[in-house]
């Protein structure tokens, strides 16, 4: 273990593990324990969550209950986030936020993350400074905007953008308008 780790430093490889006892028996999910995250992470944190959801909404691996939870997650996550990051004392708002988090968690499990977060993954562990959040922000435009070119799976993107607010959405492009309306509302439009 000492000899990995090492290992990790020096090459700043930054990867996932996982093993069946890692999984919590029970979890308790208490906005109230959240009403003290900074605006900034509280932005972060909750553009992970939706990532989370996102790439899994674009995995092939997609399924019908990872979609229905994903598609409800985004949907909360992009309708209050930004009062979260306004008013960190809105405990409706980090309610729902705290659903969409815990749901990123089950909707990995049921499919996965994809190229969006090993992408990141790679960013902060040459940047340890980068959180984690911030770094998913930085690289989703460009991320989403080449599966949407290549025609991956445009009715995904339709489903996200009508999910996040955009309910006429039609175009795949729809979801890139959502997003970049979602950043200038938490106030993450233009990390550098
Ligand atoms: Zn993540």
């Not at 909404?57 to 309708?79: F, Q, T, V, W």
């Not at 936020?97 to 993350?113: E, R």
């Not at 960013?123 to 080449?146: C, D, N, Q, T, V």
Request: glycine letters at 6%; one cysteine or more.
């Amino acid at each position: 273990m000492v000899l990995a780790s090492s290992r990790i430093w020096k090459t700043h490889e930054k990867i996932g593990f996982g093993n069946p006892s890692l999984t919590p028996v029970i979890s308790i999910v208490d906005p109230k324990l959240m009403l003290s995250v900074p605006a900034k992470y509280t932005a972060y944190q909750g553009f992970d969550a939706l990532f989370h959801h996102t790439e899994v909404m674009m995995s092939k691996g997609i399924n019908l209950l990872s979609e229905a939870i994903a598609l409800s997650a985004i949907k909360s996550i992009a309708e209050y986030l930004p009062r979260a990051v306004r008013n960190g004392q809105d405990l409706e708002a980090r309610e729902h936020v705290a659903y969409g988090s815990t749901m990123a968690g089950i909707t990995m499990q049921l499919t996965s993350t994809t190229a969006q977060h090993s992408m990141e993954h790679a960013m902060s562990a040459y940047h340890p400074s980068l959180p984690h959040g911030a770094g998913l922000i930085l690289i989703s435009k460009a991320f989403a905007e080449f599966f949407i070119e290549k025609k991956a799976c445009d009715q995904q993107f339709i489903k996200m953008a009508q999910a996040m607010g955009i309910e006429n959405a039609k175009k795949p492009e729809d979801f890139i308008t959502a997003l970049i309306q979602l950043q200038e509302a938490c106030g993450v439009a233009d990390l550098k």
